[in-house]
Each structure stands twice: as C-alpha cells, then as structure tokens.
C-alpha cells in the first residue's frame, strides 16, 4: 500500500462512518471520523455548535480537525458532507493520501437520511438539498477515487482495498 492515510468523502448518509470503520479493521489501520473529533473538541454536539456558534464556526473546527488528523499514518478518515465540498480541504486530502469519494444517489440519499433530525442540514427544503447536492458533486468529483454507496459497506471496503492494492 503505497499510501499512509485513507479520507472517505461525500455526500450526508453515504455510509462514509460504516464504511471507514470496516475498512480501517481490515487495514488494522486506526479510525477517525472528523465529527466525532469536532465533538470531542468543542464538548458540544454538532447541532448545538451550529446553533449556538453558527455554521462558519463548525466549517472552521472541522477544517482544523481535519489538519491535525492529516498528520497521523496509518489511518482511515471519514469526513463530514462539508469536507470534500471545501478547496483548502480537498488539496490537505488529495496532498496527504488517497481521496475515495462514496457516491450515494439523491434518492438514496432522501431514503437514508429521512428522520434523521441531529443533521443541522436536513433542515433545509427539498429543493435547496437537491441544490446543495448538484453543487458538492462538482468538487467531490475531484476524489482519486469514485465508489458508489449502493452495496453492502463490507463489499464497499473490500472494493476500496481492491483498489488501492492494485
Ligand atoms: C454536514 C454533514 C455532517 C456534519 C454536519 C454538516 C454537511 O456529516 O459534518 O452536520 O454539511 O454535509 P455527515 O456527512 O457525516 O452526515
């Protein structure tokens, strides 16, 4: 394996967590997930942070969160949805290890979300989630690599090690 650190992107619900848990197990690498970190760090969940701090706050620990994790070896990094959709963010990635995007229709993305009420950004409309969607594609198009989410995440962490040990 000739990279150091694995970061999962995409979209909300894309099984990013679930994913790099597996993957990190049969790497027997470590696992970190950028908002776990966040919670860790600011002893508030991420509602409360957007609430009480605001959207701009959270962007800025979870971009912090994500350097000083990008420093470790041997690791598998889930990311949340915002990560891949920021520049500074996606070259740290791209710069640091192999970027694997985990590409979950919108429909897909309705069904496994719905009722999902501590994501600060399911509160938005339907038509701004669509938006939103369409929008962060374009940057999470610059992954080195492009899975789809829509089989079982054990067969997506053995595709991924497929991957890169090709
Ligand atoms: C966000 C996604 C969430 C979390 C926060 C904001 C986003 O992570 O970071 O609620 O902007 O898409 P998941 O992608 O793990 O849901």
Not at 1 to 7: A, D, G, P
Not at 72 to 77: A, G, N, P
Not at 97 to 124: A, E, H, I, T
Request: proline residues 1%; charged residues 30%.
């Amino acid at each position: 394996m000739k990279f150091e650190r694995i970061f999962l992107i995409g979209f909300m619900c894309s099984g990013k967590t679930t994913v790099g848990r597996i993957l990190a197990e049969k790497l027997q690498w470590h696992f970190y997930d950028t908002d776990e970190e966040v919670y860790k760090e600011e002893g508030m969940s991420i509602e409360e942070i957007f609430e009480k701090k605001g959207e701009e706050y959270f962007r800025d620990v979870e971009l912090r969160v994500l350097k000083r994790l990008s420093l470790e070896k041997k690791v598998v990094i889930s990311t949340g949805g915002g990560l891949g959709a920021n520049q500074q963010a996606m070259q740290i990635m791209k710069e640091k290890g192999l970027v694997v995007w985990l590409d979950v229709s919108f429909d897909n993305f309705m069904q496994r979300c719905l009722g999902n009420n501590n994501r600060p950004m399911l509160r938005k409309s339907l038509k701004e989630l669509k938006a939103l969607y369409e929008q962060r594609r374009q940057k999470y198009l610059q992954a080195h690599i492009q899975v789809s989410a829509h089989t079982a995440p054990q067969k997506i962490a053995e595709k991924i090690i497929q991957l890169v040990q090709d």
